[in-house]
């Protein structure tokens, strides 16, 4: 013992742990570790180290130079034997067993001897610079003297930080609620006393299961769906009468220009000649009244007439001619040719404005998609879409709603839904006719009204009833 410390060393324990309960600060508790610790045992130098700040009080130094060859020093020493040691005993250090680089210059900065006092679960204030110390980390505080301290000091030693801590904590209480301690707030609520276990895990699974079901996504619904053209070219017949022939083959490219099916020419071409021959008489007529005109005056009353049959023959000769060259459809833009099997047109007779088939680009394709009325969402301009082709289910094809019509339509299976349309956000890399599920997205809800959606309708269909 230093000369001045109590003889009983119990009472200088009472005395120091009296003084730490009455520490007014952080730095008032880490200046009686370091300063005062030596009524326990006699030591010369003392450092009181955190893990996350590193060298935190000196013994004999008012302030603490953190870029000193001293303190970085130590610093490396303190976090060697906190690795070394994770006992919360105190350790007798033994300098031979540290690294070479440590070990090299020990006896430059201390004396013979040392003493590691670990600190466990210790939350610590800042340092009087502004830095923040370490929080429920570890930490220790180093006496060096130049005798091992005995048996019965490092057991008063480690009382003394036992009681050190618990002041320490006393002074600096971490705060009620902070995102870092709410794991460990949790834990303790979970966990808490047996009589309320039960009702807390209740308590706690029910409200893990509130927020589950509270929690937001995005409404959906399915739809089936379809790449279709965007701006076809549709072929509709000009005439009425029967086709003939094809001169393309579904899906095939073709040019601006290019014929692609023809009507049958006989009834055109026969009506064709006969409008031809009636012309040709109702010339000849008139022309013989024009000269019967200069000898007789009476046929210049009929002359009129005959030019006016002349003028109605042309016309219906200048309209069958025409039909004639429209019974020849050819393409009005190049792209894709889309209709169905040419034997089941060939032969049968179409009115004027049936659609035959249409010219589509390549490029040019979107989505179409059936909404059912019963899964009818609220969607807003450019809602997401999505397209899971059958043939391709794993890389759907991601648009935006272009519109969704008011009123629903009938579809050949007899059901009633609203056609969407959606435009592509980047080449679909896919042929037009592909067929799939689209999920459309709406806005987003709690994750129980998109469970109980359909439910809720139904069920409310029902009472309506």
Not at 95 to 110: G, Q
Not at 139 to 150: H, K, V, Y
């Amino acid at each position: 013992m230093n000369d001045g410390a109590p003889t009983n060393p119990l009472i200088a324990l009472l005395e120091l742990a009296q003084r730490a309960r009455a520490a007014a600060s952080g730095n008032e508790l880490a200046f009686l570790a370091v300063n005062d610790s030596r009524a326990l045992a006699p030591y010369r130098q003392a450092a009181l180290w955190f893990r996350g700040s590193g060298v935190h009080t000196l013994s004999g130094v008012v302030a603490v130079e953190s870029n000193a060859p001293y303190a970085q020093w130590l610093d490396q020493l303190c976090r060697t034997l906190a690795a070394q040691h994770d006992a919360d005993t105190p350790l007798d250090i033994d300098p031979a067993t540290l690294p070479p680089a440590i070990k090299a210059e020990w006896d430059d900065w201390l004396p013979a001897r040392a003493v590691w006092l670990p600190l466990r679960a210790v939350q610590a204030a800042a340092r009087p610079s502004g830095d923040s110390a370490p929080g429920a980390a570890s930490g220790g505080l180093l006496l060096a003297g130049d005798s091992a301290p005995a048996p019965k000091e490092l057991a008063l030693l480690a009382e003394w930080m036992d009681i050190w801590q618990h002041a320490w904590r006393a002074a600096h209480p971490p705060p009620r609620w902070s995102l870092a301690r709410a794991p460990t707030l949790l834990r303790a609520w979970w966990q808490g006393g047996a009589r309320d276990r039960r009702w807390r895990r209740r308590t706690g699974v029910a409200l893990a299961l509130l927020a589950v079901l509270l929690f937001p996504v995005r409404l959906t619904v399915l739809a089936p769906g379809e790449l279709v053209p965007a701006k076809p070219a549709t072929i509709r017949a000009p005439l009425d009468g029967v086709i003939a022939e094809f001169s393309v083959r579904p899906n095939q490219v073709v040019a601006a220009g290019q014929p692609l099916f023809a009507f049958d020419q006989a009834p055109i071409g026969s009506r064709l000649d006969v409008a031809r021959e009636a012309l040709a008489t109702a010339q000849a007529e008139y022309r013989q009244n024009a000269q019967l005109m200069l000898n007789d005056p009476r046929v210049r009353t009929q002359l009129a007439a005959t030019l006016g049959k002349v003028a109605e023959k042309q016309a219906q000769a200048d309209f069958l001619a025409g039909q004639a060259q429209r019974s020849r459809v050819l393409a009005p833009q190049a792209g894709i040719v889309l209709f169905d099997d040419p034997s089941e047109w060939i032969g049968r007779p179409v009115q004027t404005g049936e659609r035959i088939l249409q010219v589509a680009a390549a490029d040019d394709v979107e989505i179409e998609a059936w909404v059912p009325i019963g899964d009818a969402i609220p969607l807003a301009a450019n809602a997401p879409l999505q397209l899971y082709l059958a043939a391709s289910p794993l890389t759907p094809l991601s648009g935006t709603l272009r519109y969704m019509s008011h009123r629903a339509t009938a579809r050949p299976d007899g059901s009633y839904a609203y056609r969407v349309r959606a435009t592509l956000d980047a080449a679909a890399g896919q042929r037009i006719g592909l067929k799939g599920t689209a999920k459309l997205g709406g806005e987003r809800v709690p994750l129980a009204y998109w469970m109980l959606r359909r439910p809720l309708a139904a069920i409310r269909q029902f009472i309506a009833l």
